[in-house]
């Protein structure tokens, strides 16, 4: 949380693709809790599922017509999310690989918003893919499609930290963190090491993360 600057987060499921899998689905009921796991375990605070209970009913009644971008965003606002994240899940078909594996493809999109301004971080979408020895029949198919939305999900998150985290040290609300590594040098020049650092204006904040004998790790 202090390398993520205490930054909220909310996730919305929405269908704006056609064959996307609707978010009462078991598949999306599944990997919801994976993502906001995921982002949680890398700092940032994430809106609750019964928070976010009255929002999804209203999705679901406007099913037939997409939510307004604007109009999510106002809802993250009301919930004081400062990143929104809208989330959908597109299954690809079963492929034959002309040979005896049949793959299944499952696509995670996350369009990812600044809620202060509106302004639009990123657009993510990745392809995630499981193979079946045997033609899977929909149970499998089902067990097969979620398997690899999970693998999509986890490189979805990655992809989406790597872009709010450049996004907030453009504008200056996240400091850059790097993590400094010394080895094999004598007990005497330990305390040279330190006092260098402590004393250059660059490395004003020093975490140490490890410090053995001939090894020293900062952050």
Same mark, same amino acid.
């Given at each position: 949380?202090?390398?993520?600057?205490? $930054? !909220?987060?909310?996730? /919305?499921?929405q269908?704006?693709?056609?064959?996307a =899998?609707? &978010?009462?689905?078991?598949? /999306?009921?599944?990997?919801?809790?994976?993502v906001? %796991?995921?982002?949680a375990?890398?700092?940032?605070?994430?809106?609750?599922?019964?928070?976010?209970?009255?929002?999804?009913?209203? /999705?679901?009644?406007e099913?037939? %017509?997409l939510?307004?971008v604007? =109009? *999510?965003i106002?809802?993250?606002l009301? +919930?004081? #999310?400062?990143?929104?994240?809208?989330?959908e899940?597109?299954?690809?078909?079963?492929d034959?690989? $002309?040979g005896?594996?049949?793959?299944?493809?499952?696509?995670? &999109?996350?369009?990812?918003f600044?809620?202060?301004?509106?302004q639009?971080? #990123?657009e993510?979408?990745?392809?995630?893919? @499981?193979r079946?020895?045997?033609?899977?029949? %929909?149970?499998q198919?089902?067990?097969? *499609?979620?398997? #690899?939305? $999970?693998h999509a999900? *986890?490189?979805? /998150? &990655?992809? !989406? =930290?790597e872009?709010?985290?450049?996004?907030?040290?453009?504008?200056?609300?996240?400091e850059?963190?790097?993590?400094?590594?010394f080895?094999?040098? !004598?007990?005497? &020049? @330990?305390?040279?090491? =330190?006092? +260098?650092?402590?004393?250059t204006? @660059? +490395?004003r904040q020093? #975490? %140490?993360? $490890?410090?053995t004998?001939?090894?020293?790790? *900062?952050?």
């Amino acid at each position: 949380h202090d390398r993520m600057g205490y $930054k !909220s987060l909310m996730l /919305v499921y929405q269908e704006s693709t056609a064959d996307a =899998i609707p &978010r009462y689905h078991e598949t /999306v009921k599944n990997i919801i809790p994976t993502v906001l %796991e995921n982002f949680a375990e890398k700092g940032f605070q994430t809106i609750d599922s019964q928070t976010m209970m009255p929002l999804n009913q209203l /999705v679901d009644k406007e099913n037939s %017509e997409l939510l307004p971008v604007d =109009i *999510l965003i106002a809802f993250a606002l009301n +919930y004081n #999310a400062e990143i929104l994240v809208i989330m959908e899940i597109i299954p690809g078909k079963i492929d034959n690989l $002309k040979g005896t594996f049949y793959q299944v493809k499952s696509n995670v &999109r996350f369009s990812i918003f600044n809620t202060v301004d509106g302004q639009q971080i #990123a657009e993510i979408l990745v392809e995630g893919i @499981e193979r079946s020895v045997n033609n899977p029949d %929909e149970t499998q198919w089902q067990s097969l *499609l979620q398997m #690899a939305g $999970k693998h999509a999900v *986890l490189e979805s /998150v &990655r992809q !989406s =930290i790597e872009q709010i985290t450049l996004f907030y040290q453009m504008t200056g609300e996240l400091e850059q963190v790097y993590t400094i590594v010394f080895s094999g040098y !004598s007990p005497r &020049r @330990e305390s040279l090491i =330190i006092d +260098y650092l402590e004393n250059t204006a @660059e +490395y004003r904040q020093l #975490a %140490e993360l $490890k410090n053995t004998f001939g090894h020293l790790e *900062l952050e």
